[in-house]
């Protein structure tokens, strides 16, 4: 890639000044741009939905400046997952969190970017670890280039987020700095497993807030900081952000048992396939640990050998009709309900209608 002026990133991977104007590119991004159906009180209001799709569709467009490299194989690395498509929770948290103050502010679009790169490199890292096979619909990876490879573009990616975020200033680095952090120590927790004596379901909280509330938080509370609003609508986007992405990994421990495919992209069983520890198992557990006979039957099916799909379709069914998920699901809606009413301090306006919309919908996974 060669350094011009219509580039954000040269050979040696320095950013252009933030951008300011919306260039007819991204104007023509922003009539393509679809709200997830969990903020389509956003998409229907006259003057909030043009300015959050539009801001979305900067992001887009500075999102896959940001990964771009003059390196051939780090360009098609890097770029593999942004161009598989995503939802972008995270950026239209941060754009949302904006307009509880002056959302108007270059700042707030890079900030957007930033937490996107964050996220989209610890997919690369989450997709080694767990031997995935697949990410939104696409090969992963390391199925393509291998594990090195993947880790490698996971880290430049990082790197990347973070001389955007030293662009923003100290206090942006510390919260990046710090949720880095919870990122790495959530995921070695969950390698490890939890500590003799700790209890299992408080363990995999504890790590689901670390691996996806803490970067949900920040999008929020960096959203808020970068358009001056008040500090008490910082810190109930912190809130409301930690609590609203354990809420959306519980319900997708649930969607995996559920088979609710067509909306959450997984086929149903795929964790339990992986055995990757999900709060519908831990229950389980739980519930055979203390006697219960249907659970110990359920656990066999689930403990068993989930190579072939009929044995794991068993699985599934068996664990879809225990009380063990029914249960995990009022987990994931009492963490939703608990994001809902961290915005209690905020006053009523649109966004603080969306954002417990979008709180419902995480449960409902109409998202």
Known sequence: ?????????????????????????????????????????????????????????????QLREAISSSDPLADAT?????????????????????HLGDASKAEVVVAAVVVE?????????????????????APTAHEVWGNSVAILTGDLIFARASILVSELGSRALGIQARTFERLCLGQ??????????????????????????????????LGAIFADAPASAVDVMVSYGEKV??????????IDVTGLKDKSGKSPGTDLREGVPTLPVL?????????????????ELVDGDLTSDEALAEAVSALR?????????AVAQQWAEDA????????????????????????????
């Open 188 to 221: 070695l927790h969950e390698t490890v497993g939890p500590r003799d004596g700790e209890d299992p379901v408080e363990h995999y909280l504890s790590v689901i807030a670390d691996k996806t509330g803490s970067l949900v938080a920040a999008s929020g509370q």
């Open 117 to 137: 790169l964050t996220h989209l490199a610890t997919l690369y890292h989450d997709d080694v670890m767990d031997s995935a096979p697949y990410r939104r619909g």
């Open 245 to 254: 992405g354990v809420a959306f990994q519980l319900a997708d421990d649930v």
């Open 78 to 98: 890097s770029r593999h997952l942004v161009e598989a498509g995503g939802k972008r929770i995270r950026p239209l948290l941060t754009i949302l969190a904006s």
């Open 1 to 61: 890639m060669t350094d011009s002026p219509h580039t954000s990133w040269t050979r040696a991977g320095h950013p252009r000044p933030l951008i300011d104007e919306l260039d007819p590119s991204t104007g023509v991004i922003a009539t393509g741009m679809r709200l997830p159906a969990g903020f389509a009180l956003i998409a229907e209001d006259p003057e909030l939905g043009p300015a959050v799709s539009t801001c979305l569709a900067k992001v887009e467009k």
């Open 283 to 299: 229950l389980l557990r739980q519930a055979a640990a203390s006697g219960d006979d249907s659970a110990q039957r359920v656990l």
């Open 340 to 367: 809902v009413t961290a915005l209690d301090p905020l006053p009523d306006s649109m966004v603080k209608t969306a954002l417990a919309s979008f709180a419902q919908a995480v449960v409902s996974r109409d998202v």
């Open 321 to 329: 009709g225990h009380s063990a998920t029914r249960q995990a699901w």
